[in-house]
């Protein structure tokens, strides 16, 4: 009754699952990883490496171009720009970070709980996410900032809420797929419990959906917290955040000084689409494999 | 009413119809060019049936792809497939929508070939339409006309319905008179009653058979079913690991097989007329063909009846009693191979 | 009417040591409503200790529906079910009543691509259905792992492997393996085998007869099969559109089918010699449109 013949053997990809996802993304997606990691570290380490002061300012230097150590010029109060980026880069990066990770458990516990206990249940779930909607990022962080002051943790906590029904949204369906697999069902007739069936189950076989949901998220809180920033609404100056230095440095522009802003803009656009990039490669992955 | 009238299957010129000579076929899988069927011959004359029997990884399927022109990209094919004379692998043009209406190919789920947004009547009338310029009204017509055959009343009020409101066993019979309306000489029918319930199966099947006649067509039946290939077909191939293992005349393809592969595929079924003590299973599983071992009989490992000379290299097709059989030992096991119906006894394990 | 398997069904009734009239899942009354539709109308039955019953009908017929109620996946419009004893008329409110449920009357599903978790082993995934029913250490878990793989048929490394690294009938076997995990009276095969290959199919269900034997497990078989239902249960009820037209000893049932219904069934099987009929379909022309 044994089977006396080898079976062909499904090869485990080397080095685990995370390095055989990251080989299926394709160059653009090792390229992507990549810029991410650099990212990563920077903002980890950032102020540590700048070699001068980010927030000292020198009015004497204002605006004065390229020189030597200082690859960047200084910006519109003195201050050494590579610095300013090198340091930034913590907010800069943290904030979306925030972001992503509240809408993603909030938005999955919703989704998972819609999708297990189905009916009424999920209507009213499903319309009140309807709801949330309606309001724009953006508009959510400015009543924040109205309400509770400006400064990042505001700015992050209102986005994380806009967000939250995107991601509820496209896991609810997911969710619905797993749940309606026989292997829950018989799960649910052995016993399990509704918690343990959703956790131990549910959330692992829509796992990569999660993970590419949150690249692409990142890439939009990072531009949208740029932007409330450049309001003046989240990071207050002077601290150093890549908003924060568009803002303040657009002055330049006109006069004939772009490189502090451009510089600052060119950092999150190569953030954004980097994490655009890898995430839409898992993303496609996420629906292949399926 | 453009009933085409061939010759019988009794009256048959021998030229085949369908000829598959030598085909073999790799596909890329895991990231190497594997062997998918391997040197299947095969021939259909003018009016006749042919059962193709497998289990999965056979080949059965691929084999009706290939025939259908439906092989995946960057599939690997040598070997030849001559339809009327004509080498199907290089027809083009006029001569691939001649060898479409020539060839009509029926699916196992019906729902997967059939648009779910465009009415029945579209369906039925577009290979009429645009391959062989019938006028609209004409082919609505001859449409309504062989919903009659198969056994669907009031064919003008399904023309205009959509296929989620037929039941599987009608969308199937839809799709037979779908592929009837061409005028084919050649019925591919892959698995088409596997999905459906038995006594649906049952009706499908007697219409099938009655229209093939009436018809005078031919028919590639495959199906993974021994006794339903022998219910409808004049002869049967079994197939294993990709390659052809038995061709015989159905009615004695059950109790007196040339293959030992096709005796253990008919004992392992249970029979609905006694329950025995248990069933003579085949152990181990079945074989696709590029898991098979190259140089010796592909069923060998599992077979009970495999002596050294089944491990010295590929048997041939040799040809016994009126069939083929591609066992090294065929001339000694000729009637022996199903030794429990001899003696009218359950099959012991 | 003498049965050929005559003998093999006496022993197995004998090994039932005469507790052979023990009900262990009765059924009565059983009705199903999904809005207009009603897709089981009053049917009863009984499974006896250490004997099988087949369930026998085509789609639309309401044998899944029912399984799906025994196991309290659905719930009753009306009847009762009582298993082990208790009644379980209507699905559990609490995972720890399910649990104890779980414990009496467990399911094997049709398809074996994906009833099983796609990225639990065949290891975990039984050491999780053990960890619910029994509190036992790991090593004994593990040595029950290796009793159940044994049992059903799958060596070491099939046990740890992916379920995309197994075949079909390996993953059935794995499907019944966890479901024997919870040490169940009554195993419900929905339509089990019939996703498989013949030669695969004949394995599973010898491997069906060997548990039933060292288990005394009482089966209850979906199937329309009806070949497979005369190889593995005692008993047959035929449905046919939500109502049980027939049933009785599967062997009666096979060999003198008294229904309208039944013998067409009966007569639909290709067998050798067989050649299929045009007849009247029971309401042809009439087909319903699709639910």
Same mark, same amino acid.
């Given at each position: ?290 | ?17 369908l000829e598959v000579d030598g085909l073999t076929v790799r596909l890329r899988v895991e990231g190497a060019q594997r062997a998918v069927l391997r040197d299947v011959s095969l021939a259909v004359r003018p009016g006749e049936a042919l059962g193709l029997v497998g289990e999965s990884g056979s080949g059965k399927s691929m084999t009706a792809r290939a025939i259908d022109r439906l092989l995946p990209r960057g599939a690997e094919v040598s070997g030849q497939i001559r339809f009327d004379g004509a080498d ?24 997967? %070939? ?34 009659? &055959? ?10 205009? &319905? ?9 969308? &199937? ?85 040339? %293959? ?13 007329? &006694?329950?025995? %003590? ?26 009970? %009846? ?44 | ?36 539709l009603v897709a089981v109308d009053g049917v009863s039955f009984t499974v006896r200790q250490a004997r099988s019953l087949a369930i026998v009908g085509e789609s639309g017929s309401g044998k899944t529906t029912i399984a799906r109620m025994i196991v309290g996946l659905e719930r009753p419009t009306a009847g009762t079910i009582t298993a082990c004893g208790r009644d379980r008329s209507s699905p559990a409110r609490s995972a720890r009543v399910r649990r104890r449920r779980g414990g009496e009357v467990q ?28 509190? *036992? ?101 035929? *449905? ?38 045009r007849g009247a379909l029971l309401g042809a022309g009439k087909e319903p449109v699709q639910p």
């Open positions: 009754m044994s089977t006396a013949i080898p079976l062909v053997t499904v090869q485990a990809p080397r080095g685990g699952r995370a390095v055989g996802l990251l080989r299926g993304t394709g160059a653009a997606g090792i390229a992507s990883a990549a810029v991410i990691l650099a990212a990563t570290v920077v903002a980890v380490v950032g102020p540590a490496l700048a070699p001068f002061s980010p927030t000292l300012p020198n009015l004497a230097l204002a605006f004065v171009g390229p020189t030597g150590a200082h690859l960047f010029g200084f910006d519109y109060e003195g201050r050494d720009v590579l610095s300013r980026l090198l340091a930034g880069a913590q907010s800069s990066m943290l904030g979306p970070l925030a972001v992503v990770i509240g809408a993603l458990v909030i938005g999955t516990l919703l989704a998972v709980i819609a999708a297990w206990r189905r009916g009424m249940v999920d209507a009213v779930i499903s319309s009140s996410l309807d709801i949330l909607f309606a309001f724009p990022g953006i508009l959510l962080a400015v009543l924040a900032a109205a309400v509770f002051g400006a400064g990042l943790p505001a700015a992050s906590i209102s986005l994380a809420i806009a967000y939250m029904p995107y991601v509820a949204r496209v896991l609810r369906g997911a969710a619905l797929k797993e749940r309606s697999q026989p292997y829950v069902a018989a799960l649910e007739v052995q016993g399990a419990s509704a918690t343990s069936i959703c956790l131990r189950h549910i959330v692992p076989n829509v796992m990569p959906l999660i993970v590419a949901q949150a690249t692409i998220l990142f890439g939009y809180a990072m531009v949208d917290l740029a932007a409330i920033s450049f309001l003046g609404l989240g990071v207050q100056p002077p601290a150093a955040n890549w908003g924060v230095m568009i803002s303040e440095n657009q002055v330049g522009i006109p006069q004939g000084y772009p490189l502090p802003a451009l510089a600052a803009g060119a950092c999150i656009v190569a953030i954004v689409i980097a994490f655009n990039v890898l995430g839409e490669r898992l993303f496609e992955q996420a629906q292949g494999a399926r | 009413m453009g009933r085409w009238v061939g010759p019988g299957s009794r009256e048959a010129s021998t030229a085949p119809l199907v692998m290089t027809l083009a043009g006029a001569g691939l929508r001649g060898y479409r209406n020539g060839v009509a190919m029926i699916f196992q789920d019906p729902r997967a %070939h059939v648009n779910p947004v465009r009415r029945i009547g579209d369906f039925m009338t577009e290979a009429l339409r645009t391959n062989l310029d019938v006028p609209a009204g004409e082919a609505y017509r001859r449409a309504a006309d062989m919903l009659g &055959q198969v056994g669907i009343d009031d064919g003008e009020r399904r023309l205009r &319905q959509y296929p989620h409101e037929l039941s599987g066993g009608m969308l &199937q019979r839809v799709m037979i008179a779908a592929a009837l309306l061409t005028e084919p000489k050649l019925l591919l029918a892959d698995e088409p009653t596997t999905a459906l319930d038995v006594t649906t199966q049952a009706e499908v099947m007697a219409i099938l058979d009655d229209l093939r006649r009436e018809f005078g067509l031919a028919m590639l039946f495959i199906t993974h079913d021994l006794e339903l290939a022998a219910a409808i077909c004049d002869r049967t191939a079994v197939m294993y690991a990709g390659q052809i293992v038995e061709v015989r005349e159905s009615a004695l393809l059950h109790d007196d097989p040339l %293959h030992p592969y096709t005796a253990a595929l008919a004992a392992a079924r249970p029979d609905i007329a &006694q329950t025995a %003590h248990r069933l003579a299973a085949i152990p181990g599983r079945p074989l696709s063909a590029f898991e098979a071992p190259e140089d010796e009989c592909a069923f060998a490992p599992r077979c009970p %009846h495999a002596r050294d000379i089944c491990r010295e290299a590929t048997p041939e097709l040799i040809g016994l009693d009126g069939g083929l059989s591609r066992c090294a030992r065929a001339a000694d096991l000729r009637g022996r191979l199903r030794p429990e119906l001899a003696e009218g006894g359950q099959s012991d394990d | 009417m003498t049965d050929p398997g005559g003998p093999q069904e006496a022993s197995r009734e004998h090994q039932a040591g005469g507790a052979g009239d023990q009900p262990v899942l009765e059924v009565s009354g059983l009705r199903k409503e999904f809005g207009d399911i094997v599903f049709q398809d074996p691509y994906t009833s099983l978790d796609p990225r639990q082993t065949a290891e975990a995934t039984i050491d999780e259905v053990l960890r619910l029913h029994h509190s *036992l250490p790991a090593d004994r878990r593990r040595s029950r792992i290796a009793e159940l793989a044994a049992l059903v048929g799958l060596d070491e490394r099939q046990t740890r492997a992916l379920p995309r690294a197994l075949s079909g009938g390996q993953r059935q076997r794995v499907a019944i393996a966890r479901a024997l995990a919870a040490e169940p009276r009554v195993l419900i095969l929905d339509e089990s085998v019939a996703a498989l290959d013949v030669s695969i199919q004949a394995q599973v269900l010898n491997l069906l007869a060997d548990i039933r034997d060292s288990t005394s497990v009482s089966y209850v078989l979906i199937s329309h099969d009806l070949a497979v239902v005369r190889q593995l249960t005692d008993d047959a009820i035929v *449905l046919h559109r939500g109502v049980v037209v027939e049933q009785g000893p599967t062997a009666s049932v096979l060999d003198a089918p008294q229904h309208e219904y039944t013998k067409r069934l009966r007569a639909s099987v290709p067998r050798p010699g067989w050649k299929p009929r």
